[in-house]
């Protein structure tokens, strides 16, 4: 009686013969892969060894007296001009305007050489006569003002002033001492024409006190500043000055004696 190997409880003959083709078939698809990558390598060596003996090389290569292989740059241009550019022709862009590419000894300039100087020419012009000059003055020079252009008027008044003293009859040193020397000042303004609408303001609101008094308003520089004081005569004495402006302080108008 032979004796049966141990096999393991799994193991059948069913199974073993399953398994057999695909091992076969691993096998064979590896035989072939070897066999191609195989003939791909002769080929390889095959053309190498062709390119060696023939002696061919690159055409972008070139060699010296002993052969060695020297790496050259390419002269092919890398853009060209195209046949047909297009756009706008305009005539005459491409002449060279110095004519530098020409021939002769008068290209490249833009102007003509200096003038040679001839003496011989100069010497034959006739002479040019002198221009008499004109008499000197005999008598003292005139008296030149070199005071200031305009200086600002010492009293402007206003248009019924001008009229009032046109009307009125010429007055005598009686009238001016009557009239006395003391003034109230009621302001001072930037412009004269700010003066008269002040003027015109306050004996507007206070028409007892400003009747038959006329406004004197005078320029003056403040602080460099052209400025024009406002202010009224009239009064007998200073005392009388004061108290107009007494009045017009208690009507909340500030004034000052002058």
């Known amino acids: 009686m032979s004796e049966q190997p141990d096999l393991p ?13 695909r091992d076969q ?12 990558l195989g003939i791909v390598g002769l080929l390889a060596v095959g053309v190498l060894a062709r390119s060696l003996l023939s002696g061919h090389t690159p055409a972008t290569q070139a060699t ?4 060695t292989p020297l790496i050259t740059a390419d002269n092919t241009a890398v853009k060209s001009p195209p046949v047909n550019p297009g756009g706008l022709q305009v ?8 004519g530098s590419s020409g021939s002769g000894a008068a290209n490249g300039q833009l102007a003509p050489g200096p003038e040679t100087p001839a003496p011989a020419q100069l010497a034959a012009q006739p002479p040019v006569a002198a221009t008499p000059a004109a008499p000197a003055p005999s008598g003292p020079a005139p008296a030149v003002n070199f005071g200031p252009a305009a200086a600002p008027p010492a009293a402007v008044a206003s248009k019924p002033d001008r009229a009032a003293a046109a009307a009125a009859p010429a007055a005598g040193p009686e009238a001016a001492t009557a009239i006395g020397v003391h003034l109230v000042q ?21 028409p007892d006190l400003f009747q038959g008094r006329t406004p004197r308003i005078t320029s003056v520089l403040v602080s460099g500043r052209l400025m ?8 007998a004495d200073r005392d009388d000055a004061a108290q107009f402006c007494s009045a017009m302080t208690e009507r909340h108008v500030r004034c000052e004696v002058r």
Do not use: C, N
């Open 9 to 21: 409880p799994s193991f059948s003959a069913g199974s073993y013969q399953r398994r057999a083709p």
């Open 25 to 36: 078939e691993k096998a064979e698809t590896k035989r072939l892969g070897i066999i191609v």
């Open 64 to 67: 010296d007296s002993s052969g």
């Open 91 to 98: 005539p005459g862009a491409d002449q060279d305007v110095l």
């Open 186 to 206: 009621l302001g001072a303004l930037p412009t004269h024409a700010d003066a008269l609408k002040e003027w015109r303001r306050l004996s507007a609101r206070m």
């Open 228 to 235: 024009y004081r406002l202010r009224t005569g009239g009064f």
